[in-house]
């Protein structure tokens, strides 16, 4: 191959690629049979890290970025003037596995603009999937993009291949799609996520009558919304993303602060900052209802339609509910003492273990590693020193954050002097 | 007040394990394990060289089997590849623990041996999955794929087995630069090498040996990082702290040619 082509293309397709913020490797186990190329570890390994602190595990790119769609917060929109490239499937499939064997990657993420239509598109990234499995018996982690409008024909071969396949819904709500993606149906998302929901929940019940029924996409499926676009509240974000994590089954779905790409005077300037703050606590949040066992109304309701900036939703919740605390530590059940503000779930599973030996104090809890200029407000254990006390949540919250230092503090003030 | 008693070990793990075994059978009461390379300074010590004994070490291995589950005893062999000093003690009075303790109910996080062998594990098991992930293989002209490394802590015993799995349908050697020795698969088994060509001033394989094509693939991969970075997302400081600057001088992404 010519490799100054190739290497020019590799740009183009990695650079518009790179807006998907799924980098996941994990998920599968799948052992290397027979002497052949590759396998998938259960925990996914970060090979590199970008400057801006992503997780690069994946060669991430687009088949092509000609695209026949307009939607208006996509750099490879029709309207947009950039520079196209496709690549050819033998192309990506020697990409993939030169790299791999070098140990750069963990296996490919393949997207692609939509050229022609859904199902020709889908049928490439079909392709370079097969010939990866089949013909170089390669074992690593594949993910591909469900293209909107595929026939479910196709995405039933797709997930045959694939570790992982992911619908990126985007916009968070149907109004907002309609705003800036005239061309695409909000059934044309739906469409393929339920089919691969439906197949691998009957692949699953084949596999327990027949062993040997192959897997289908076995590191299930992920979406990825786009924030700050335009003007939904963090409420209608959650709500959305619990939607999907019960009704497909999702097992992830990605936030991803908007990053100005347009003139477009449908979305924000183009001198509006990524809410990058914004955008962590809202994935706190998603860890909160997949870990902590909270439930959306708890965290994001009509008083409360906006997550605080300044502290993490843990504590916010804490404040909002003084009736749970304080807890006390050498009696309080798992579910208790994960709602405590500055106790994550590792710090809780070393308490339970350590308080079988003994009542745990303060220099216990230090030792395990538990944030205490939080939690110390919240709880008691075995000492006569108690920091709980009946102090207003307003007070509370301003002697937390006088006494911590947080790594985002350089956005309070900036947003503070939004309002003054 | 009672002399310690020195007992001197090859730096194995095997021996220090034969230390161990010493402790029980000669019912030492305060028993200090040092490498017989550290120097011992201290004047009022009884000291003694242990020969390495694999039957006995293998005894006190299958001993602490019978006592505790797998990653338990893992987190043993991964404290001890630390290298920090003074960790043989730690491990003694951790697995003395063990030992006296007639039935295992789970670890006591509350105790500070305890608390400091899983977390020395923890640091350990980091960097052999730093490892698995910073790894660059550069191909040979003899279609070896060659990755030279420093870790913190000597984990390439830890590194085989994933490897091994993983590139199961070639052939290559990770050779650690800071201890002189490295690990080679030859597409049948895995083996210890010590290599003349390397050296703490020679640190990688040179270009002529490269095979083909290696040079584009390097290349390659170098545009495909520098494309997915984000300019308007730039954060240095989570950039290092995932990547630290120490790791840099064999990641091919982060060097110019």
Same mark, same amino acid.
């Given at each position: 191959m010519s490799f100054d082509r190739i290497r020019e293309k590799l740009s183009i397709l990695a650079d518009a690629a790179k807006y998907d913020v799924s980098c996941a490797s994990s998920g599968v186990k799948r052992a290397n049979k027979e002497k052949s190329l590759g396998n998938t570890t259960a925990m996914g390994i970060c090979h590199s890290y970008t400057e801006d602190g992503r997780c690069v595990s994946l060669l991430k790119i687009l088949l092509t970025n000609h695209c026949i769609f307009d939607c208006a917060y996509c750099v490879t929109r029709k309207s947009n003037d950039i520079k196209r490239a496709a690549f050819k499937i033998q192309e990506v499939v020697d990409l993939t596995v030169s790299f791999y064997r070098?140990?750069?990657?963990? &296996?490919?993420?393949?997207?692609?603009?939509?050229?022609?239509? /859904? %199902?020709?598109?889908?049928?490439?990234?079909?392709?370079?999937? !097969?010939?990866?499995?089949?013909?170089?018996?390669? @074992? &690593?982690?594949?993910?591909?993009?469900?293209?909107?409008?595929?026939? $479910?024909e196709l995405m039933r071969e797709a997930g045959l291949y694939a570790d992982r396949l992911s619908v990126n819904i985007e916009i968070p709500t149907v109004s907002g799609l309609k705003l800036l993606a005239p061309d695409k149906k909000h059934e044309d998302f739906i469409k393929p996520m339920n089919k691969v929901k439906n197949e691998i929940i009957q692949y699953k019940a084949e596999r327990k009558l027949l062993k040997n029924t192959p897997k289908y996409a076995p590191a299930g499926q992920s979406t990825q919304m786009i924030i700050g676009a335009t003007g939904e509240s963090d409420r209608d974000i959650m709500y959305s993303a619990t939607y999907y994590y019960k009704k497909f089954n999702m097992r992830r779905v990605y936030y991803s602060g908007y990053i100005p790409i347009s003139k477009d005077d449908? *979305?924000?300037?183009?001198?509006?900052?990524?809410?990058?703050?914004?955008?962590?606590?809202?994935?706190?949040? $998603?860890? *909160?209802?997949?870990?902590? &066992?909270? /439930?959306?109304?708890?965290?994001?309701?009509?008083?409360?339609?906006?997550?605080?900036? $300044?502290? %993490?939703p843990?504590?916010?919740?804490?404040?909002?509910?003084?009736?749970?605390?304080?807890? $006390?530590?050498?009696?309080?059940?798992? @579910?208790?003492?994960?709602?405590?503000?500055?106790? &994550?779930?590792?710090?809780?599973?070393?308490?339970?273990?350590?308080?079988?030996?003994?009542?745990?104090?303060?220099s216990h809890l230090k030792a395990i590693g538990i944030s205490l200029n939080r939690a110390k407000?919240?709880?008691?254990? %075995? /000492? !006569?020193?108690?920091?709980?006390?009946?102090?207003?949540?307003?007070?509370?919250?301003?002697?937390?954050?006088?006494?911590?230092? /947080?790594?985002?503090?350089?956005?309070?003030? @900036?947003?503070?002097s939004l309002f003054s | 007040m009672a002399p310690h008693t020195i007992l001197q070990y090859d730096g194995s793990f095997d021996g220090f394990l034969s230390c161990v075994f010493m402790v029980y059978e000669q019912k030492i009461q305060l028993p200090?394990?040092?490498?017989?390379? #550290? #120097?011992?300074?201290?004047?009022?010590?009884?000291?003694?060289?242990?020969?390495?004994?694999?039957?006995?070490?293998?005894?006190?291995?299958?001993g602490l089997r019978k006592k505790v589950p797998k990653p338990q005893k893992r987190a043993i062999f991964k404290a001890f590849l630390s290298e920090i000093k003074g960790v043989e003690n730690t491990l003694l009075s951790y697995i003395q623990n063990i030992f006296d303790t007639s039935q295992n109910i789970g670890l006591d996080y509350s105790n500070k041996d305890i608390l400091k062998i899983s977390q020395v594990a923890k640091m350990v098991q980091r960097e052999k999955h730093r490892m698995e992930a910073f790894v660059r293989f550069k191909k040979t002209k003899d279609d070896y794929y060659v990755a030279t490394v420093e870790p913190d802590f000597n984990v390439l015993p830890l590194l085989i087995r994933h490897f091994k799995d993983r590139y199961a349908d070639q052939k290559w050697i990770i050779y650690d630069i800071k201890r002189g020795y490295g690990i080679c698969y030859n597409l049948i088994n895995i083996e210890f090498i010590t290599v003349d060509f390397f050296s703490k001033l020679r640190t990688t394989i040179e270009k002529d040996v490269y095979s083909a094509q290696e040079m584009d693939f390097q290349k390659l991969w170098k545009s495909y990082y520098d494309s997915v970075n984000i300019k308007s997302r730039k954060n240095s400081k989570l950039h290092i702290q995932h990547l630290p600057k120490r790791y840099w001088k064999y990641l091919i992404e982060k060097n110019e040619y």
């Open positions: 070098r140990n750069y990657i963990e &296996g490919l993420f393949l997207s692609s603009g939509i050229f022609k239509s /859904s %199902d020709y598109t889908m049928e490439r990234l079909i392709a370079v999937a !097969k010939k990866l499995r089949l013909e170089e018996n390669f @074992n &690593g982690y594949i993910h591909l993009k469900s293209i909107p409008g595929t026939s $479910d449908r *979305l924000p300037s183009i001198h509006t900052e990524v809410p990058i703050l914004r955008e962590n606590r809202l994935y706190q949040t $998603d860890w *909160l209802l997949r870990f902590y &066992g909270f /439930s959306i109304q708890e965290l994001l309701n009509d008083d409360h339609k906006n997550l605080d900036l $300044d502290i %993490d843990k504590l916010s919740w804490a404040l909002r509910s003084p009736e749970t605390f304080p807890v $006390d530590i050498n009696k309080a059940d798992k @579910n208790l003492l994960a709602r405590v503000p500055g106790i &994550g779930m590792q710090s809780v599973y070393k308490i339970i273990q350590a308080r079988k030996f003994r009542k745990l104090n303060w407000y919240f709880i008691t254990c %075995d /000492s !006569k020193d108690s920091y709980h006390k009946d102090i207003s949540p307003t007070r509370l919250k301003n002697v937390i954050l006088r006494n911590s230092y /947080s790594k985002h503090q350089k956005h309070f003030s @900036n947003q503070l | 200090l394990i040092q490498k017989q390379s #550290e #120097e011992n300074n201290q004047l009022f010590t009884i000291s003694e060289i242990v020969h390495t004994d694999k039957t006995k070490a293998k005894r006190v291995w299958d």
